[in-house]
């Protein structure tokens, strides 16, 4: 089946830092990446979906000079949380939804990553 | 606007007994998809099952089944013989693919445990 790894599975940052997360589609082209956020004993809320090759577009209260995501290609997207502070903690995943065809529209999601800014 | 509402925020059983989790949503679209997830302590979402809006068979898989019914926009979801090993957060989602990026829309998810 189709496999998405995320990098780090966890992380512990002081704040002010930068975190830089990947998400990779191991056995298959991914066109859009997905990027949730996760806050403990809530649901997944999209913070951004990213085209290959294209600029991500955010979601209603994510600042995308905070979450820069970049998908430069068909396998790889990363997430930066720049300056972190310790409300950004969180556990954030991925999802990357194959191209029209071939996996058609099912989203494959990553196992998370784990940030604790402290 | 698209929504989904699990009602449920804890539910609560004794191994062996049956549960419902129940799924309600919301989309003004014909065609969607419909999706269950269970996510275990380690975080990882499993994915269980995907259903599209023009499929109304119910399906089981195993100790698992599903009730799709366009008539109440529900998509419940029962564990016959619970296990300890079902214990979990299960999350309800939508997706439509018309005009959109095909986000998924997730319930608030309802944390089933599940006692020896």
């Known amino acids: 089946g189709a496999v998405v790894s995320q990098h780090p599975s966890w992380v512990i940052c002081k704040s002010g830092t930068s975190v830089k997360i990947e998400c990779r589609s191991l056995?298959?082209?991914?066109?859009?990446m997905f990027w949730y956020r996760q806050f403990p004993k809530q649901s997944l809320m999209l913070m951004a979906t990213s085209n290959e090759g294209s600029k991500a577009t955010y979601e209603q209260g994510v600042e995308k000079d905070k979450f820069l995501i970049n998908h430069a290609s068909l396998t790889l997207s990363t997430l930066t949380v720049t300056s972190a502070h310790p409300e950004d903690s969180s556990f954030y995943i991925c999802?990357?939804?194959?191209?029209?065809?071939?996996?058609?529209?099912?989203?494959?999601f990553g196992p998370g990553t784990r940030l604790t800014v402290l | 606007a698209q929504k989904v509402t699990q009602a449920q925020t804890e539910i609560s059983v004794v191994e062996k007994e049956d549960v419902t989790l129940d799924c309600v949503y919301e989309?003004?679209?014909?065609?969607?998809?419909l999706f269950w997830y269970k996510q275990p302590p380690s975080g990882e979402l499993v994915f269980l099952i995907r259903r599209n809006s023009f499929d109304e068979q119910n399906e089981i898989s195993g100790r698992y089944s599903w009730n799709f019914q366009k008539s109440t926009s529900s998509f419940n979801f029962t564990i016959t013989a619970s296990q300890v090993v079902d214990s979990a957060v299960y999350f309800c989602a939508l997706v439509n693919y018309g005009g959109s990026q095909g986000n998924l829309i997730f319930g608030k998810g309802t944390k089933l445990s599940v006692k020896p």
């Open positions: 999802s990357a939804r194959g191209l029209a065809g071939g996996l058609g529209n099912e989203q494959f």
């Open positions: 989309t003004r679209d014909t065609t969607y998809y």
């Open positions: 056995d298959f082209q991914a066109t859009t």
